[in-house]
């Protein structure tokens, strides 16, 4: 049996011309998605105005989306951890751009809303997979950086989605941005196929010589040509804790009294980045407008919203690795709770505008770190899994999320949604203060062995600083 040991090694490689291909590969795929998932607005507001749809759909297919996408980050974690990271990247990818074509094709409304539900589960898959990927691939101190990336590419993809609605739809209907996503989501896939198995996923499956053989050509790709110390031959019965056969992790390893703390974690982080997100951007130009205020503090956040959601995970590519993740998440939402406090009382559309652009900044800040460091409370064999279930979480929080608001705005008005947002963020910033433990390495080879304290796993979590 080998000790490929690709988790120290690949954690040591240098960024080379490997990590750009990856992130370029994996932000691709991130655009699309946030492409396809952003064109709901503009193309739910020409069906209406068509005739095509009414009002109850455009809610049936949004709700669909929703529930497409929470049961896809359910499904991409299982299915990556189970049959390896590049079936499933591939699968989920090729699954929502096939769809996104056959969407263009609906005959009527009720099909494209059954046929946008299936496709959500694509989408919901991709969003686990491209941030676990970072995890998987880049070393601990460069994460920061890439996940950033990573964030701008999702942010230009929700920025372009409105740029390209104006002219497409009206020239050539709303099925034109269903082609567009469609074909460039395939052409991604295509040129995504060389992208190489995961050698952290593929040792921890016992698959010793492929995990090695696909790490020295990823070493050699990053100019590194010396054969690692770690990589030699020992035999089955030496360090038995360390190099023994692969099995399958179940997944109520998340729920196990060593685990659950990192699962609860993770979920909460999920659910707060992605039900503020939500809530922030879609909630309150309606609130400031059923309230008599001005429209150009909705048109002024509109804007505000295309370039923040490009400049927050900007600010993460040179911040991100110098604070790491955990403190950062810590100082973006401080600063989140303290930018959707004071929002809503700028009375001019000039601040209403300099601020909705710096809360959309550190909202998007706050969304890239915490979905880019969830994967990281995890091993290596049940990493995706966790992740997919606090992204499955999060996306369960957004179906049910419009009700919470509504009622809380209705009750307490927008000084109680405010409340809520940002009470939030603060209690997430104090629970990282104070759950350093949870972002270090599970010390244990079998989570399920509550008594087993000296083994230490060959696949950790990292990290977070």
Not at 129 to 136: P, S, V
Not at 309 to 319: E, K, R
């Amino acid at each position: 049996m080998k000790i490929v040991n690709a988790a120290a090694r690949l954690d040591n490689l240098p960024i080379s011309r490997f990590h750009r291909r990856v992130i370029w590969l994996v932000g691709l795929g991130m655009f699309f998605d946030s492409f396809d998932n952003t064109l709901a607005g503009s193309v739910l507001a020409s069906l209406l105005q068509s005739g095509y749809s009414t009002l109850e759909l455009n809610s049936m297919f949004l709700s669909a989306t929703f529930i497409g996408l929470a049961i896809g980050a359910a499904l991409a974690g299982w299915m990556s951890d189970r049959f390896g990271r590049g079936f499933a990247f591939q699968f989920n990818l090729a699954l929502f751009g096939i769809l996104a074509l056959c969407c263009s094709l609906a005959p009527s409304m009720p099909w494209l809303i059954a046929i946008r539900g299936l496709q959500g589960v694509g989408m919901g898959a991709e969003y686990v997979m491209c941030y676990g990927l970072i995890t998987e691939f880049f070393p601990p101190h460069k994460r920061g950086r890439y996940l950033g990336m990573l964030g701008i590419f999702a942010g230009a993809g929700v920025s372009m989605t409105s740029l390209i609605s104006m002219w497409v739809i009206p020239a050539f209907s709303w099925r034109a941005m269903f082609i567009i996503a469609g074909i460039g989501t395939l052409i991604v896939w295509w040129l995504r196929r060389s992208l190489p198995e995961s050698p952290r996923w593929l040792e921890s499956r016992g698959r010793y010589d492929e995990a090695e053989a696909v790490m020295q050509k990823i070493e050699k790709e990053a100019g590194v040509t010396s054969p690692a110390p770690d990589a030699v031959p020992v035999s089955a019965s030496a360090t038995p804790g360390y190099a023994a056969p692969a099995k399958w992790v179940p997944i109520t390893v998340l729920l196990t009294r060593k685990v659950f703390p990192r699962t609860l974690m993770a979920i909460i982080l999920a659910v707060t980045c992605l039900f503020g997100s939500y809530s922030v951007t879609g909630w309150m130009p309606t609130f400031f407008v059923s309230q008599g205020m001005t429209i150009s503090k909705s048109l002024g956040f509109n804007a505000a919203m295309m370039a923040g959601y490009v400049a927050g995970p900007l600010l993460c590519m040179f911040i991100g690795d110098r604070i790491g993740r955990r403190w950062g998440i810590v100082m973006f939402g401080t600063l989140c709770a303290i930018m959707a406090g004071i929002y809503p009382f700028m009375a001019t559309p000039t601040f209403v505008l300099i601020c909705g652009f710096f809360l959309v900044a550190m909202v998007a800040s706050f969304l890239v770190l915490s979905l880019g460091a969830t994967p990281e409370f995890f091993p290596t064999a049940y990493r995706f899994r966790g992740g997919g279930v606090a992204q499955t979480c999060g996306r369960l929080g957004l179906i049910v999320s419009p009700f919470v608001v509504l009622g809380l705005f209705n009750n307490y008005g927008i000084g109680g949604v405010i409340g809520a947002i940002s009470g939030m963020y603060i209690f997430v910033t104090l629970l990282m203060i104070l759950a350093g433990n949870l972002t270090k390495p599970i010390p244990v080879e079998d989570p399920h062995d509550e008594n087993n304290e000296s083994k230490v796993s060959h696949t950790p979590a990292t990290s977070l600083k």
